[in-house]
């Protein structure tokens, strides 16, 4: 069965990806998406009961370290790569009114 | 001085350290050479030259006192545009990240460093590596040194172009559904992915991180091997690195391949395969089993389910690592939103290119509630089901021998019109990312069209010695002929 993307569902990928499409992207993505999904659907021919999802081969789990800082302060070289900054800190368009 | 170029990196570390020629002197031969053939080629988005040469006497100054000894030492090297270098730009060949300059280096580029190689600058991709053909860079596409009006592949196309060009004597590239080793076969060089783990992701920005790996692009699998030794490290920067012993990986480079068992996958030679290079690497496996392998064919599960799978997990896992992109932090703004969601959605749509935008939403959708068990679970029991057809077939063979890509390189501007028709084409090199596996692709031969093969070899998590050992044995016999 042929997927369908609604401009709803559109609408809140966009969201959701935090991504502005114009109409004509909007279509396109549309039609993408669908086309991918599809595709993606013929998973559902291989019978996976009781398969275990598999995220990462090797089972390396819960990797700790000490929580010790072993990189000096380079607040200043990191704040010039910022698009605004202010008194050392980030500078960001308002938030709320 | 202009043999010095056609030299391996291996030669040139060999030669440096006899005092034949010096690291400036190397450096030079490749920034003249890039002078000549870049304006055809476009291998680099960022070359500084002074900095360079400036480096390169340096490493040499080292040698020369004796600090410096490796076989790397004062060979030039090209870093793919993903991988940070502490003050050089570094763009991921994205509009959106296209005045970033990073603080720290990746650790492999690290590690490089420590043994004495030079970095001449920063090498064309697809942008953020989504993508075959390196044609979705932000900043022109990569030309194929060996017939320009083709793609160099990708998304590594700018690394494997600048080796083919000799604008580099090695380069560093990552794979992540087959970025180094599909642009190594179109251009006609060595590129390695190595075991999943073996080189630290540090510092390498992230596409699908469960599936990322940084591997050496280079003229032939002695260089391969030497570079994989240099920048293989167990780092407790990155939680998926793992601790392994056998890191010596040049003592594989024998040439002896008695009692060696291939298999070879009946399905990796079906339709959709040129036939030029299918009839190459039989050719490969006919070559191996002349020299005392046994080869033999089969039948390896799940083949036509790596693509789906694939493209869910690496884009649900992109649309998880590219949120960090938010014209906050680093990157580009856009200048007219006044308020902060306004200005991150902008931010991000006028950074980003269509593929990589077709991809994060592709991956917020398969990760959305409703949707997750169906597609993005679905797609991790799949992959659990690929890795098994893998360990099956490791049960009873050394190496698996197939393909890199189904045809050779593209001409320019043919493949981006139709994105599935694109993706097709990863159906060799996917599955090994998928699985974990080490691959690496080999030339083998050319096309009616004089444009180069690779024949790619698969080994077992961990078994990057038999393939460096059964690619070195073809290579040395090949040479013979």
Do not use: W
């Amino acid at each position: 069965m042929a997927n369908v993307i609604s401009d709803e569902t559109i609408e809140y990928v966009g969201i959701l990806a935090k991504l502005e499409l114009n109409d004509e992207e909007k279509e396109q993505a549309k039609k993408d998406l669908a086309e991918m999904l599809d595709y993606i659907d013929e998973l559902g021919e291989l019978d996976t009961t009781g398969v275990e999802p598999m995220s990462h081969v090797f089972p390396v789990n819960n990797v700790f370290r000490e929580d010790v800082v072993t990189n000096g302060d380079d607040s200043e070289n990191i704040l010039k790569n910022a698009p605004g900054e202010k008194d050392n800190m980030f500078l960001v368009p308002k938030t709320f009114d | 001085m202009s043999d010095i170029l056609s030299l391996t990196a291996v030669e040139l570390g060999k030669a440096i350290k006899a005092g034949e020629y010096t690291a400036v002197q190397a450096m030079q031969a490749v920034l003249d050479q890039i002078d000549k053939t870049e304006e055809t080629v476009h291998a680099y988005v960022t070359i500084d030259k002074e900095a360079a040469l400036a480096k390169a006497a340096e490493a040499q100054k080292k040698i020369e006192a004796g600090e410096l000894t490796g076989p790397l030492a004062g060979v030039p090297v090209a870093i793919k545009d993903n991988m940070c270098t502490e003050g050089m730009l570094t763009t991921c060949s994205s509009k959106i990240l296209s005045n970033f300059v990073p603080t720290f280096s990746s650790e492999a580029v690290i590690n490089l460093e420590k043994a004495g190689a030079v970095v001449i600058g920063k090498t064309n991709m697809d942008e953020f590596a989504m993508g075959s053909t390196t044609e979705t860079s932000y900043y022109g596409v990569t030309r194929n040194p060996r017939n320009p009006e083709h793609v160099p592949g990708g998304s590594s196309g700018g690394s494997a172009a600048a080796v083919a060009a000799q604008e580099c004597f090695f380069a560093l590239g990552s794979d992540t559904g087959g970025s180094i080793r599909q642009p190594a076969s179109y251009c006609g060089v060595v590129g390695l992915k190595p075991t999943y783990g073996t080189v630290s992701r540090y510092g390498l920005i992230a596409y699908g991180s469960s599936l990322d790996q940084i591997g050496p692009l280079c003229k032939d699998v002695t260089d391969c091997a030497t570079i994989l030794e240099t920048i293989a490290s167990h780092d407790p920067k990155d939680s998926t690195s793992m601790k392994r012993e056998d890191t010596n990986f040049t003592e594989a480079l024998v040439k002896d391949v008695k009692g060696m068992k291939i298999g070879i996958p009946k399905s990796y030679f079906g339709e959709g395969l040129q036939e030029d290079v299918k009839a190459a690497v039989l050719a490969v496996a006919d070559k191996l089993k002349e020299l005392g392998a046994e080869v033999e064919e089969f039948d390896l599960a799940h083949v036509k389910y790596a693509i789906p799978t694939y493209y869910t997990i690496a884009d649900a896992e992109a649309s998880s690592n590219l949120e960090r992109f938010d014209g906050v932090k680093y990157g580009y703004r856009a200048q007219d939103a006044d308020e902060l969601h306004r200005m991150y959605k902008k931010s991000r749509s006028e950074g980003f290119g269509p593929e990589v935008k077709r991809r994060i939403m592709l991956g917020s959708f398969v990760l959305s509630s409703g949707y997750y068990d169906a597609y993005y679970l679905k797609a991790l029991r799949v992959k659990a089901l690929i890795k098994k057809a893998f360990d099956d077939a490791f049960a009873k063979y050394d190496i698996i021998l197939g393909p890199v890509a189904p045809t050779t390189a593209p001409k320019l501007g043919c493949s981006l019109s139709n994105p599935m028709q694109m993706y097709l084409g990863d159906i060799y090199t996917i599955s090994v990312n998928l699985a974990g596996l080490p691959g690496i692709s080999v030339p083998c031969g050319t096309d009616s069209n004089g444009l180069p093969i690779g024949v790619q070899m698969i080994g077992d998590c961990f078994a990057e010695k038999k393939l460096i050992r059964a690619a070195y044995t073809y290579e040395q016999a090949a040479k013979e002929v």
